[in-house]
């Protein structure tokens, strides 16, 4: 079975723009985090997608946004960038329905200049 | 609100040698808890993981931890280091609410592995 796959891997981008992330999560699991890590803050929680509903969301601004598609697949944006937002953005996909068994993916490295 | 606490950033072992790497945690009921690997450049990979019954939990590539209640504590352990073994290690506290889960990471322990 294929892994979490999260597109592109590598991004650079100017402050002021827009990014979007994607993430394929593994055959059959509904359930879809993010997370953003950091040398600084470490690993944080940005939200999570449970059949295309947002469950749950962490302390971010609202620059971050997510969606989910029907097949699960999700995708994040990240509007009007800023320097600190260079970060790995690291996708986590899951059964859900209580199943917390979280598989990540390779991540996106974002660096924003 | 709850947190993880991973006291030591680095900790460097000879290979052969015994490893353990200390997670405290504070979480208000029973928690969830896990430990993950991150090799540079990679996700995380899930090692093992408790959520009830036997406090001794093993799993995968030769790692046990055991869960302390009274302690507040999920300490990872490995008999044997292989060198293999050096990456980032995350332990993660959190719980369930309406079916969702949100975890607390540690800030990591990373491990260096003298031949």
């Known amino acids: 079975k294929a892994g979490v796959t999260q597109t592109p891997r590598y991004l650079i981008k100017t402050r002021g723009q827009q990014v979007t992330l994607s993430c394929s999560p593994i055959s059959g699991h509904r359930s879809v985090s993010w997370y953003q890590q950091t040398p600084g803050q470490g690993l944080q929680f940005l939200f999570e997608?449970?059949?295309?509903?947002?469950?749950n969301k962490g302390n971010f601004p609202g620059r971050f946004s997510g969606r989910q598609f029907s097949n699960s697949r999700s995708e994040m944006n990240v509007s009007t960038l800023e320097l600190g937002d260079s970060a790995l953005y690291l996708c986590?996909?899951?059964?859900?329905?209580?199943?917390?068994?979280?598989?990540f993916g390779p991540g996106t490295r974002l660096t924003v200049t | 609100a709850q947190s993880v606490t991973q006291p030591d950033i680095h900790i460097t072992v000879s290979e052969g040698a015994s490893l353990e790497l200390r997670c405290n945690y504070s979480?208000?009921?029973?928690?969830?808890l896990f430990w993950y690997v991150q090799s540079p450049g990679q996700g995380l990979q899930l090692l093992l993981k408790?959520?009830?019954?036997?406090?001794l939990v093993q799993g995968i590539k030769g790692f046990e931890a055991e869960f302390k209640r009274s302690q507040s504590s999920f300490n990872l352990r490995k008999p044997s280091v292989h060198w293999s073994d050096a990456a980032e290690y995350f332990c993660a506290v959190g719980g369930a609410s309406g079916g969702s889960y949100i975890p607390t990471f540690g800030r990591g322990t990373s491990l260096i592995v003298h031949p």
């Open positions: 408790y959520f009830s019954g036997d406090t």
């Open positions: 979480y208000g009921a029973t928690p969830y």
């Open positions: 997608y449970f059949s295309e509903t947002q469950r």
């Open positions: 986590a996909s899951s059964l859900g329905q209580a199943n917390y068994e979280q598989y």
